[in-house]
């Protein structure tokens, strides 16, 4: 299995196949049990986010090494409109489209690691990480 | 994939056989909430064993479908959430929005729940 797989986004049918992907190279990796599912919710949150704020993006795949450690990266990207309050974005809740305000917040309950950069008129990248 | 939906006496089930895309769900939903009626079913139950993720979208379109076919006569129960699919979910945040949603373990159990319902 390749080390890094792309898979873009742009209609819901693209979700399950981001997920689906996602969740084949974590268990590759060694990931089992609850946290295949745990990845793979959160990649469909994310690619979910893409279609419903910026319409078209992509989710990016990748094994990561830390030392002895083994994980896996988790990145979504688009070039849509931004998010012009990232704190207020990352509330239990908030939404300002008709998701139920629990995409952003809740992949990083999920993940271990969390990093968003947005800027407006330019895009954003949600970056999650889970280690082994 | 279309979830077939099977008439049992005075219940319809709805067995999810692989993973949905939104559309599929909406058109389960669509299908579930009109055969209540066609069929005068008084239970709904749908089956989510196969599903291995239950995101935002999937669980807010099962409670609606809830709701709707609650205000057309049916009571509906989600049966067979996986045990890390339901670790995920609370982990998500996603239990408070399927708090007015009933539940059971299996098939059975679901079954069981609607009798007491409808027949007690």
Same mark, same amino acid.
């Given at each position: 299995?390749?080390d890094?797989?792309?898979?873009p986004?742009?209609?819901?049918?693209d979700?399950?196949?981001?997920?689906q992907?996602?969740r084949?190279l974590?268990?590759?990796v060694?990931?089992?049990?609850?946290?295949?599912?745990?990845?793979?919710s959160a990649?469909?949150e @994310?690619?979910?986010n893409?279609?419903e704020?910026a319409g078209?993006?992509e989710?990016i795949?990748? @094994?990561?090494e830390?030392?002895?450690?083994?994980g896996?990266?988790i990145v979504a990207?688009?070039?849509?409109p931004?998010i +012009?309050?990232?704190? @207020?974005a990352?509330q239990d809740g908030?939404?300002?489209?008709?998701?139920l305000g629990l995409g952003? +917040?809740?992949?990083?309950?999920l993940m271990d690691?969390f990093?968003?950069?947005?800027?407006?008129g330019k895009?954003t990248?949600?970056?999650v990480?889970?280690?082994? | 994939?279309?979830v077939p939906? =099977?008439k049992q006496?005075d219940?319809?089930?709805a067995?999810?056989?692989?993973?949905l895309?939104d559309?599929?769900?909406l *058109?389960m939903?669509n299908?579930?909430v $009109?055969?209540?009626?066609?069929l005068?079913?008084?239970?709904v139950? %749908?089956?989510?064993?196969?599903l $291995?993720v239950?995101?935002s979208?999937?669980?807010?379109?099962?409670r609606s479908?809830?709701l709707?076919t *609650?205000?057309?006569g049916?009571?509906? %129960?989600?049966v067979?959430?996986q045990p890390?699919?339901?670790?995920s979910?609370?982990? =998500?945040g996603l239990?408070?929005?399927m708090?007015? %949603?009933?539940?059971?373990l $299996? =098939? $059975?159990e679901? =079954?069981?729940f609607?009798d007491?319902?409808?027949?007690?």
């Amino acid at each position: 299995m390749a080390d890094e797989m792309r898979v873009p986004i742009s209609t819901d049918a693209d979700i399950i196949t981001a997920r689906q992907k996602g969740r084949a190279l974590a268990e590759w990796v060694g990931f089992s049990g609850s946290d295949l599912t745990i990845i793979a919710s959160a990649i469909s949150e @994310l690619a979910r986010n893409i279609i419903e704020y910026a319409g078209h993006g992509e989710i990016i795949i990748r @094994l990561a090494e830390r030392g002895a450690r083994r994980g896996i990266v988790i990145v979504a990207r688009d070039d849509g409109p931004g998010i +012009p309050d990232v704190a @207020l974005a990352m509330q239990d809740g908030y939404s300002t489209g008709k998701g139920l305000g629990l995409g952003l +917040p809740g992949a990083r309950r999920l993940m271990d690691e969390f990093e968003i950069v947005s800027e407006v008129g330019k895009g954003t990248t949600v970056t999650v990480g889970k280690w082994r | 994939m279309r979830v077939p939906i =099977l008439k049992q006496g005075d219940y319809l089930i709805a067995p999810i056989q692989s993973a949905l895309s939104d559309a599929d769900f909406l *058109r389960m939903q669509n299908e579930l909430v $009109d055969q209540v009626g066609k069929l005068r079913s008084r239970g709904v139950i %749908v089956d989510v064993t196969a599903l $291995d993720v239950m995101d935002s979208f999937a669980t807010r379109t099962l409670r609606s479908t809830a709701l709707m076919t *609650r205000l057309r006569g049916a009571e509906t %129960v989600i049966v067979g959430v996986q045990p890390e699919v339901a670790f995920s979910m609370v982990q =998500l945040g996603l239990t408070l929005r399927m708090e007015d %949603v009933e539940t059971a373990l $299996d =098939l $059975d159990e679901g =079954l069981a729940f609607l009798d007491r319902q409808t027949k007690g």
